[in-house]
């Protein structure tokens, strides 16, 4: 039977030197219902991921050297917007190595869809093993409860559906991987619908080597960054400490 949804999303895909994984990623996206555009952000990759994904049927956007996730997500925004018609697409995110498991993404657009949520977070119900993760999930998930007493079970999972009005008061969005903490606290302090969503998605499982452990360090860099900017103690506290120039 023809599916006869209305095409209102538009996929974004933050990209870097994920050539293995972005094709199915993609396939796996344009298969989803009501989707007509999947743009994909190739953050200075170093190997084919832009060729391969433009392949895959994607529009490829390029930064010509990495910049980071949440200046992809900004890029892939601005892109979809040039293309919207009268009516703007809700926002679906999703990460470049989900590969064929991007075809779960369904329940993340529903509430968005029917206008119950401004916002879905994707809770994996399969989980893979984070090799270390654990100490920056607690600093998000500690920080946005503090702030707003929301307290998310996967407070940095970037799957995330969001309509364009929400994702336009978030901006500008926080740096790096401080991303998603800081998009879930800014929406909820202006009254936004943020949901957590059961999805059958998976990442690649993470690895425990020199680089995994820097990409960590990166990740709770601006976990940190995005929090402290939100606390006003916190952010006292540093304004202390800063040597006068």
Not at 29 to 34: D, E, N, Y
Not at 104 to 114: C, Y
Not at 237 to 243: E, W
């Amino acid at each position: 039977m023809k599916d006869t949804t209305v095409a209102d999303v538009a996929v974004i895909v933050p990209a870097k030197d994920e050539a293995d994984r972005i094709g199915a990623t993609v396939t796996a996206a344009l298969a989803l219902p009501g989707v007509d555009l999947v743009v994909v952000v190739d953050d200075g990759s170093t190997d084919q991921t832009g060729r391969v994904a433009r392949a895959a049927g994607a529009r490829v956007v390029r930064h010509s050297r990495n910049r980071g996730k949440a200046a992809a997500m900004e890029s892939g925004a601005e892109a979809v917007r040039l293309l919207d018609g009268e009516t703007p697409h809700h926002l679906l995110f999703l990460d470049a190595d989900l590969g064929d498991t991007a075809r779960a993404a369904s329940p993340l657009i529903e509430p968005v869809r029917a206008g119950t949520a401004d916002m879905t977070i994707a809770v994996f119900v399969t989980r893979v093993k984070l090799g270390g993760h654990g100490l920056v999930v607690r600093l998000s998930r500690d920080g946005i409860r503090r702030a707003t007493g929301f307290e998310p079970a996967q407070p940095l999972n970037g799957q995330r559906c969001i309509t364009r009005d929400a994702f336009e008061a978030a901006r500008p969005l926080a740096h790096g991987f401080g991303v998603e903490t800081a998009l879930t606290i800014d929406l909820l302090r202006k009254g936004y619908r943020v949901e957590e969503v059961e999805v059958e998605m998976a990442h690649r499982a993470s690895g425990t080597d020199w680089r995994a452990q820097v990409h960590r360090a990166k990740q709770l860099r601006d976990v940190a960054r995005a929090l402290a900017t939100r606390e006003p103690l916190i952010t006292q506290n540093l304004d202390k400490i800063r040597p006068k120039r």
